[in-house]
């Protein structure tokens, strides 16, 4: 299956339909099944001590798990998110942006689960790794 969405479409159908995310986060890379997606870190994603939140990682992960469906399905703004796991496994850098590799491991008619790899920018390390499984609404 080829890519429903290029990357300028993607980025404009988010703008529509989520506009509240908007300057969180930019696009890297779209392929058919890979996604490279980065969050702006600013001072709204620091939590006390000054680092990167775990609700900020999570938004990250789910987001790019969201556009990677929207680019491979097309405009099917209610695609849902049903399960995630998230493993933090290492303190972000709170200077850097996070840069989130998703991947989509399975792509069926009703069900889509993505695997999301976030790294600070710059360093090669993981800082958390999340699988989601996301619902794609029925053709009407």
Known sequence: ?????TIDELASYLEEVFPQ????????????????MRLLVGERHLRPGGTVSGPSMFSLADCAVYAMVLARVGRK?????????????????????????????????????????????????????????YSIPPAR
């Open 1 to 5: 299956m080829s890519l429903a969405l």
């Open 21 to 36: 995310v908007r300057n969180d986060f930019a696009f890297d890379l779209l392929e058919e099944d890979r996604l490279r």
């Open 77 to 133: 703004a209610l695609a849902v998110t049903t399960n995630c796991s998230i493993d933090f496994m290492r303190k972000p850098a709170a200077d850097a942006d996070l840069i989130a590799d998703c991947r989509l491991l399975k792509l069926g008619r009703v069900l889509a689960v993505g695997d999301v790899l976030i790294r600070s920018d710059g360093l090669d390390k993981p800082v958390a790794r999340a699988t989601l499984t």
